[in-house]
């Protein structure tokens, strides 16, 4: 009998040890990013530190549910979200921890990440303006308030109200210049739009190269450079039909909107070591330049050199805003958007 107890105490040792291991040697990851870029990342995380990562995707909306209704029992140790203003919620919500800390703020540019610590910066897309550059003189462009004007009218591709790059975008502008000159400007451009906004932003340019009627879209960068290095010869040629503007550049100007994918750590975490690891491995400037390498992405790293069409589209001067607050933004745009007949 005695034998017996033995042998299970030291099985149940052993299983314990293994649990903690497991655990120790897991990184679970709540995403909305959904490309083959982030997944060759984590696999060489893993290969570099024997963590393994398990990997859910869903909607922003589904995974800060989900965190909700989990609470303690998540098996959460990171987030990550294609737009800082989702992460305002996520923060509102106490579902991420501070994480100050000397090698991230090395590896992230200041203003990308939160100022109190709960997420950092991972990529940017700048959210521009395409125009078609066989028929719209690049002189002709100058600001986003502009495109309200009736100079566009008809001519602008645009894609819902209800995408979240456009409504962090409104927000930001909202932010800037209060409701007064956010409702005007929405006035006027939702009475320049071409047609009622449908499809992705690869959509929008497709529209613009046909020539059909549409001379603006607008569109995150990113999707120009997929455009541009698609397989599909169409694709290609379709961002060849298109030039890249930044507005507000101007000395006195806000700057481009940026779109940034942001990550933080869940507050009930069972693995932050790994989590942190995790967090410095996707800002060290050997992932940043595959981001912009593979996916066209802006690196966060100020340190990265980036993608040769990048630089052929040039520097360009971003929002200064504090993404920190964005969010708070973002009900009263959306609102505000189909207030002013934004489909």
């Not at 930044?246 to 869940?266: E, K, M, T, Y």
Request: aromatic share 10%; proline share 2%; glycine share 6%.
């Amino acid at each position: 009998m005695k034998k017996l107890v033995v042998l299970f105490t030291l099985l149940l040792t052993t299983f314990i040890l293994a649990s903690c291991q497991t655990q120790e040697d897991v990184v679970v990851i709540y995403t909305e990013r959904h490309y083959e870029t982030d997944q060759v990342l984590y696999d060489a995380f893993t290969e570099e530190t024997g963590i393994r990562l398990d990997v859910v995707r869903a909607s922003a909306d589904e995974l800060i549910s989900r965190l909700v209704n989990e609470g303690e029992d998540t098996p959460a140790d990171v987030l990550i979200f294609a737009d800082a203003g989702r992460l305002y919620r996520a923060k509102n919500l106490a579902l991420l921890q501070s994480f100050e800390d000397d090698i991230m703020k090395n590896q992230v540019d200041e203003g990308l990440y939160d100022t109190n610590f709960y997420w950092y910066g991972l990529t940017m897309r700048a959210r521009v303006i395409m125009y078609a550059k066989d028929r719209i003189n690049k002189t002709s462009l100058s600001t986003y308030e502009a495109l309200s004007t009736p100079q566009w009218n008809d001519q602008i591709a645009v894609r819902t109200s209800s995408n979240l790059y456009n409504i962090s975008w409104i927000a930001s502008l909202l932010m800037a210049e209060g409701e007064m000159q956010t409702e005007a400007f929405l006035n006027g451009f939702v009475s320049n739009l071409y047609r009622d906004p449908a499809g992705n932003d690869r959509d929008q340019a497709k529209l613009v190269a046909s020539n059909v009627g549409a001379n603006l879209a607008i569109m995150n960068t990113y999707y120009m450079g997929l455009l541009l290095n698609s397989e599909d010869a169409y694709e290609r040629e379709v961002g060849q039909a298109l030039g890249v503007f930044f507005p507000n550049q101007g000395i006195n100007d806000s700057g481009a909107h940026i779109n940034l994918s942001a990550a933080g750590i869940v507050t009930h975490a069972k693995n932050i070591d790994g989590a942190q690891a995790l967090l410095r491995f996707l800002t060290h400037d050997t992932s940043q330049s595959h981001f912009t390498n593979v996916n066209y992405e802006y690196p966060v790293n100020p340190n990265t050199t980036w993608h040769p069409l990048l630089v052929e589209w040039g520097t360009f001067k971003r929002q200064t805003l504090n993404l920190s607050q964005l969010g708070e933004f973002h009900e009263r745009a959306f609102e505000m958007m189909v207030g002013a007949g934004w489909k």
